[in-house]
C-alpha cells in the first residue's frame, strides 16, 4: 500500500517542481528590446519602440509603407553589394543612441538631422528642463558630447543595442541633398570655414586661371566645380567626403545595420510623426515643422544641373549611384546621360 502513495507523493512534487521552473523561467524571459530599454533607463516595465513596431500596434497604413521600405532596402542590398565586412567603431560615429527609449538614430546631414539631434537632445533630458526643440540653438545641436554615439560603447554593449533598440535613419534624394549642402556650404557668408577648408582647395585645383582674392578666400565656388571636385578622383585619395556630400551609404551603412524605420526627407513629417509614436513619446515632444520657403527641391536642382555637361553629370550619378538604388529614387529626368 505504501508504495502507490510514495510514487504519488513523489509525481507531485515532480509536478510541483516543474510548475515553478515554467513559472521562474518565463518571468524572466521578456524580449531584448525591452529588458534592455529598462535596465538603461531605470522605469518600471514600458514596451520598447521595437518590440511596438513588432507587434504592429501603430496604424496598418504606417506599417505598410515602412515594411515597403525595409523590403526594398533589403533586395537592393542584395542585388547590388558583393562584399560583406563586420562593422567598426568608426562606421557607428553617426548613430546617436537614446538609452532611455531605446533608440538609435543615424543622422544623414541635409536631411533635417539639426532638428533630429534637437529632439533627442529633448528626450534625453540634453536640454534639461527645456521641451520645445526649436527653443534649442541650432549649434548647440551639434557640438560634440551633447549626445552619445555607438561609437562609445564596448563591442558587447554596441551588439546588444542593436539587436534591441529601434534602428532608424532619414534619406532624401541624392541630388537635392547635394545641391542644398552647396547653397549652404559655399553660398552662405558666413561659412568661412569651409570657404577656407574646401573653397580654396576647388578653386586652386578646378579654376582656369583664378584671382588671388579667389585663391585666397575661396568664397565664389561655383556648383559646376563643386562638381568637377567631387567626381575628382583625387579628391577622396586625399581625404574622406565631408559628411555634407559624403554618401548615405558611407555614413550609416544600411547592409550592414538593418534599420528598422527608414523614413524620408520627403514625408519628414509623417515618418518623424510614426518614430516618436512608436516611442511612445508623441504627447512629449513634437517633430519641428520645417520651413518650406528655402528648401531646395528638385526643380531647384534641375536649375543647378543645367550647364552641367552630360559627361560631368554621368560622373556624379556613378558616384552618388548606390544612394539612388538603396533608397528606391529614381534618376532624375533632368539628367542627360547618354
Not at 18 to 47: D, H, I, T
Not at 265 to 286: C, F, I, K, N
Not at 311 to 321: E, N, S
Amino acid at each position: 500500500m505504501w508504495k502507490p502513495k510514495v510514487t504519488r507523493m513523489i509525481f507531485a512534487f515532480s509536478l510541483a517542481f516543474f510548475m515553478m521552473a515554467v513559472f521562474y523561467f518565463n518571468s524572466n524571459l521578456k524580449p531584448a528590446s525591452e529588458s534592455v530599454g529598462e535596465r538603461s533607463s531605470g522605469q518600471k516595465s514600458r514596451r520598447s519602440p521595437l518590440q511596438t513596431l513588432l507587434d504592429d500596434q501603430i496604424e496598418s497604413a504606417a506599417q505598410g509603407i515602412h515594411h515597403g521600405r525595409r523590403e526594398l532596402l533589403e533586395e537592393a542590398c542584395h542585388s547590388y553589394t558583393r562584399k560583406r565586412r563586420v562593422l567598426i567603431p568608426e562606421d557607428l560615429k553617426h548613430i546617436i543612441v537614446d538609452d532611455q527609449h531605446g533608440l538609435l538614430y543615424c543622422y544623414v546631414p541635409k536631411v533635417a538631422c539639426t532638428n533630429w539631434k534637437r529632439v533627442l537632445m529633448v528626450l534625453t533630458s540634453v536640454a534639461g528642463s527645456q521641451r520645445d526643440p526649436l527653443a534649442i540653438p541650432a549649434n548647440e545641436a551639434h557640438i560634440p558630447g551633447n549626445l552619445r554615439t555607438l561609437s562609445e560603447y564596448s563591442t558587447s554593449q554596441i551588439n546588444q543595442r542593436l539587436r534591441s533598440y529601434l534602428k532608424f535613419v532619414f534619406v532624401r534624394e541624392p541630388f537635392e541633398r547635394l545641391v542644398s549642402a552647396y547653397r549652404n556650404k559655399f553660398t552662405r557668408s558666413y561659412n568661412t570655414a569651409f570657404h577656407k577648408r574646401y573653397g580654396t582647395k576647388i578653386v586652386q585645383r578646378h579654376r582656369a586661371d583664378p584671382q588671388p582674392e579667389a585663391l585666397e578666400r575661396g568664397n565664389d565656388v561655383s556648383f559646376e566645380e563643386f562638381v568637377y571636385y567631387l567626381v575628382d578622383p583625387t579628391t577622396q585619395r586625399e581625404e574622406p567626403f565631408n559628411e555634407h556630400w559624403e554618401r548615405v551609404h558611407s555614413l550609416c551603412h544600411p547592409c550592414l545595420i538593418h534599420y528598422d524605420v527608414v523614413g524620408k526627407y520627403e514625408t519628414l513629417e509623417q515618418d518623424s510623426r510614426y518614430v516618436l509614436q512608436l516611442a511612445g513619446v508623441e504627447d512629449q515632444v513634437s517633430f519641428p515643422a520645417s520651413s518650406k520657403s528655402t528648401r531646395t527641391t528638385g526643380d531647384m536642382a534641375a536649375q543647378f544641373f543645367h550647364n552641367i555637361s552630360p559627361f560631368y553629370q554621368k560622373k556624379l550619378y556613378d558616384l552618388y549611384r548606390m544612394d539612388f538604388l538603396l533608397f528606391n529614387y529614381s534618376k532624375p529626368s533632368y539628367l542627360k546621360l547618354r
